[in-house]
T-cell receptor, first 116, second 116 residues
Framework: NAGVIQTPRHKVTGKGQEATLWCEPI?????VFWYRQTIVQGLEFLTY????????DSGMPKERFSAQMPNQSHSTLKIQSTQPQDSAVYLC??????????????FGPGTRLTVL | AQKVTQTQTSISVMEKTTVTMDCVYE???????LFWYKQTASGEIVFLIR??????ENATVGHYSLNFQKPKSSIGLIITATQIEDSAVYFC?????????????FGAGTKLTIKP
């Protein structure tokens, strides 16, 4: 089974440009999560979807960041007008379903975003 | 709000020995999940083991086991018979059990180095 797929693996943008990051969850998984990892802040939750519906976006910066899940096979994280402080590794994770047997989240390899 | 604290920044041990990594957490919830993840040098984040707060038995998977002390809000990871490939950064993490509160809160990580 393929794991969580994230594309691109590396992205370099200029300040002010838009960046779109893609995530394909593990087939059959109903929840998709986005996290961000930096040296200073560590691993931070951004947002998540269950059955394609947005459930919690409490970690998303209110401006410039948006996430969507148009179908069960992919989710996107879009950053408008990128700033140098947006430079980070953006991680997507998925989990199988509800209930105590499905608590684990499985992570993709991440997209390293560098904003110059 | 949940908080996870790993005070050990780095640990170095000899191969084939046993190592324990500490983690304490804060939560208002009576039931929750606790996890340990491993991040390899390539950046891959791998789920290792999980403890359900309502279970008294310590979880064990392969050469990973947990020391769960609920009154102390502590969940230590024990790795026995360490191998070179166990060198990685280890993250302690937690999440609520309830639907709609599935985001994971991570600790800062402990870098483990296994010496030959």
């Amino acid at each position: 089974n393929a794991g969580v797929i994230q594309t691109p693996r590396h992205k370099v943008t200029g300040k002010g440009q838009e960046a779109t990051l893609w995530c394909e969850p593990i087939s059959g998984h109903s929840a998709v999560f986005w996290y961000r990892q930096t040296i200073v802040q560590g691993l931070e939750f951004l947002t998540y979807f269950r059955n394609q519906a947005p459930i919690d976006d409490s970690g998303m910066p209110k401006e410039r960041f948006s996430a969507q899940m148009p179908n069960q096979s992919h989710s996107t994280l879009k950053i408008q007008s990128t700033q140098p402080q947006d430079s980070a590794v953006y991680l997507c994770a998925s989990s199988l379903g509800l209930g105590v047997n499905y608590a684990e989240q499985f992570f993709g390899p991440g997209t390293r975003l560098t904003v110059l | 709000a949940q908080k996870v604290t790993q005070t050990q920044t780095s640990i170095s041990v000899m191969e084939k020995t046993t190592v324990t990594m500490d983690c304490v957490y804060e939560t208002q919830d009576s039931s929750y999940f606790l996890f340990w993840y491993k991040q390899t040098a390539s950046g891959e984040i791998v789920f290792l083991i999980r403890q359900d707060s309502y279970k008294k038995e310590n979880a064990t998977v392969g050469h990973y086991s947990l020391n769960f002390q609920k009154p102390k809000s502590s969940i230590g990871l024990i790795i026995t018979a360490t191998q070179i490939e166990d060198s990685a950064v280890y993250f302690c993490a937690m999440r609520e059990i309830d639907y709609g509160n599935e985001k994971i809160t991570f600790g800062a990580g402990t870098k483990l180095t296994i010496k030959p």
